[in-house]
């Protein structure tokens, strides 16, 4: 038999193996011992466990290790539940056991999650006595890391009698792996002082601990000790490690330079760990280009360095270069359920406005990851399509799939934005009741019971919440103002500067525009020099509501200041100088301003119509404001709504076109609102036309409204011009509709108090 085992070594194909067995079984060696076992090895390797199996199974009795080596088979290409299988038929003939089965079997264990038969093989190992053979030893530790037994882990680890470099190497890993990167770190220490010789294996563990904990300094002495002790990088994970680790720390000058001077230990690992390092740290267009280079480079890509590719295009929005990724990915059969690939996939295209191949990618497979499930539904919710997420995310709850805290808070969101308080209300219980305290689902419960006008439920969860992140304080600031308490909102911010607590942009935006709110111009420009001196980035939101906060509180020239220094404005800034203008008088600099922004391209929309409609109105400037009226339709295709209308009639009015006003609302394609009405009515003051008054006295009196101001100002006409009665008819209208006259009010600012 010995004089074949170099034939064995020399057959590379199937066809090869095949010959020879034919050849064994020629020469009467199909019953031997050792060339049975090495046929059933060799076919395994070649891919086939199926004529391996075949060929375990007509010998007729075979031995322990014959049995071990079809165990090893089996894991060897990745049948994991198919070689628990094996063992337990091997328990049932009775076959006497070695210690070189239960490392494979105990693998198998790991890789399908099953502890409780990894358990009940450890039971079976101290029974036949094998619980001190090393190689048994650390198969158990990894089994037990795997499966996130720690406790386990660290009794066989210190049960051990000899601890060697790989029994030391698995109990680091073990902890890191399982969150508790800090004792892992402190395992490395008790290393060295035990002088145990460091190899590659367990310096990858301490670089991902170093990365995990964001310890730098750690992290450049990690790389230090490589490079004293020589260890070196012909371990090609050890080089994808380091760079992975800079990554985390933010210095990518390190991590590119580690990896350019890798030379000939740059494999696909370390080119997917560089791209990976720029797309943690936002540098997707960077990702990209190194991706490119790779190619060049002709290194060939991996299931994980495609997911990060296409992670990046989403990051960027490059919807024609996703696709680009996915066709490679097609053409070169990758598994789309290896490494998350299928979900960045679906996050590609959910990320570009495509949910519809989000979907889908979605359902061509049965085994729908949860993380699939999370991105989908959330790109419902950013597309503004609420409806479909809440059916997706009880799609999920009924195939059982229990929902994590991503998907939860999705749910909540879009409850939020159709104002399903009931959904979010049963979706709070379900939290409470299966769920820890966690502080992304205490914010989207705030927002959701905002949006829906709960806000003393808000403040429950507010007040239960941690309250560590300033994204918590954001939420509530933001559930205030949303609900008209700009006070309350203001009050919190005085809350979180007093506690020196972390505050970002979105803080003091929801500030400002409380400010806003509230007409406190003071305590507006404190918060404002406070934006500054905290060192809160430029940014167009801020900008645009301190335009806005200046304006409305007419200061209109530290407006204009703010207005001209920005770097870019939206349609929502230009809006708002036009509207500060417009509301105090200054009907020029208004139009003025409104002529240079469509000239700067800028396309007006709805509400820049309404400001400047608005400002024609009040200087009476009539041929203009029905050019406006005309151009918003004709050049920007913007149907008017009832402000629009309500605008036009008042510019008609206000100049003594009344029939030209009546035209007006005639045409308007649904019924005039009280608004309107007021309009009309109030020229009809302004001119002392109580004939025109009574000709649409039908159409007045017949509008039933819920404004008070609409009715009062039709009593005061009525009793201007000597008709009491109908004055009379107005009031007595207002108490059968339950109409109370609001009582008119001003405000001013004494010390940031109204």
Not at 6 to 29: D, N
Not at 498 to 520: H, P, R, W, Y
Request: aromatic content about 10%; some cysteine.
């Amino acid at each position: 038999m010995a004089l074949y085992m170099p034939l064995f070594k020399a057959c590379t194909t199937l066809r090869s193996l095949t010959q020879l067995h034919a050849h064994l079984i020629v020469g009467g060696l199909q019953k031997d011992t050792l060339a049975t076992t090495k046929l059933i090895e060799s076919y395994s390797q070649m891919g086939s466990v199926q004529s391996s199996r075949l060929i375990f199974d007509t010998f007729p009795k075979p031995d322990s290790f014959m049995w071990g080596v079809l165990i090893k088979c089996h894991v060897w290409n990745g049948l994991f539940r198919e070689a628990i299988v094996v063992y337990q038929d091997m328990l049932e003939r009775a076959t006497e056991l070695s210690e070189f089965i239960f490392p494979s079997v105990l693998r198998a264990c790991s890789a399908v999650n099953d502890l409780v038969m990894g358990e009940k093989v450890h039971a079976r190992m101290l029974k036949s006595g094998f619980e001190s053979d090393p190689i048994v030893e650390t198969s158990l530790l990894s089994l037990y890391g795997e499966t996130g037994c720690l406790d386990n882990a660290r009794k066989v680890f210190d049960a051990m009698s000899k601890r060697d470099v790989v029994s030391w190497s698995s109990i680091l890993s073990t902890h890191i792996h399982n969150g508790q990167t800090n004792e892992g770190l402190r395992i490395f220490g008790e290393m060295v002082k035990e002088g145990i010789e460091i190899d590659s294996v367990t310096m990858l563990g301490v670089a991902e601990a170093c990365g995990e904990l964001r310890f730098y300094r750690a992290g450049k002495s990690c790389h230090g000790y490589v490079l004293r002790r020589n260890i070196g990088f012909d371990h090609e994970s050890l080089l994808s490690s380091l760079v992975a680790m800079y990554g985390k720390f933010g210095d990518l000058c390190s991590a590119e330079k580690l990896f350019r001077n890798g030379g000939v230990y740059q494999s696909v690992s370390s080119w997917t760990a560089l791209i990976s390092c720029y797309n943690q740290n936002g540098y997707y267009s960077e990702a990209l280009s190194t991706f490119i280079e790779m190619l060049v480079c002709k290194v060939e890509s991996n299931s994980v360095t495609l997911m990060n590719v296409v992670c990046s295009c989403a990051r960027l929005g490059l919807l024609i270069e996703g696709k680009s990724v996915h066709g490679y990915v097609i053409r070169n059969n990758f598994d789309l359920d290896k490494d998350f690939l299928r979900s960045s996939l679906i996050d590609l295209y959910a990320n570009c406005g495509r949910l519809i191949y989000s979907h889908r990618i979605f359902d061509t497979t049965q085994d729908k990851h949860i993380v699939s499930w999370n991105i989908l539904i959330s790109g419902y919710v950013r597309e503004n399509m609420p409806e479909e997420a809440i059916s997706l995310f009880l799609e999920m709850l009924i195939n059982g799939i229990f929902p994590d805290s991503f998907a939860l808070a999705s749910a909540l969101s879009a409850c939020g934005i159709i104002g399903q308080s009931e959904l979010g209300c049963q979706i709070h219980c379900r939290i409470t009741k299966t769920l820890l305290p966690n502080e992304f689902v205490e914010n989207a419960l705030i927002d959701v019971y905002s949006k829906c006008g709960y806000i003393n439920s808000a403040i429950g969860v507010f007040q239960d919440a941690r309250q560590e992140s300033v994204v918590t304080w954001n939420s509530m600031m933001c559930g205030f103002s949303q609900n008209g308490y700009s006070k309350e909102a203001l009050s919190l911010y005085d809350e979180m500067y007093a506690k020196n607590l972390e505050m970002d942009e979105v803080t003091f935006l929801s500030a400002i525009q409380a400010c806003s709110n509230l007409g406190f111009i003071e305590k507006g420009k404190w918060i404002h020099h406070k934006a500054i001196t905290f060192g809160v980035r430029r940014d167009m939101y801020i900008d645009t509501a301190l335009t806005n906060m200046y304006a409305r509180c007419g200061d209109l020239r530290t407006a204009r200041k703010v207005f001209d220094n920005m770097p870019e404005r939206s349609i929502v800034t230009w809006s708002s100088m036009i509207g500060g203008y417009a509301i105090h008088g200054y009907i020029d600099e208004s139009i003025s301003l409104f002529d240079r922004m469509v000239e700067s391209r800028i396309e007006p929309n709805d509400v820049t119509f309404m400001n400047i409609l608005s400002a024609c109105s009040h200087a009476g400037y009539v041929e203009k404001g029905k050019f406006y009226f005309n151009s918003m339709i004709r050049d920007f295709g913007i149907i008017p709504n009832y402000e629009h209308y309500s605008c036009l009639v008042d510019l008609l009015s206000r100049a003594g076109d009344l029939n030209g006003a009546y035209e007006v609302i005639n045409s308007m394609p649904f019924g005039a609102d009280a608004s309107t009405w007021g309009a009309l009515v109030n020229g009809c003051r302004i001119h002392q036309r109580m004939d025109f008054l009574d000709s649409i006295k039908k159409d007045i009196l017949n509008m039933d409204s819920d404004d008070s101001g609409y009715y009062t100002l039709l009593s005061n006409v009525y009793a201007e011009g000597g008709k009491w009665n109908e004055s009379k008819m107005v009031k007595s209208k207002m108490r059968s509709l339950a109409v109370k006259k609001v009582h008119g009010y001003s405000m001013i600012e004494i010390e940031s108090e109204s």
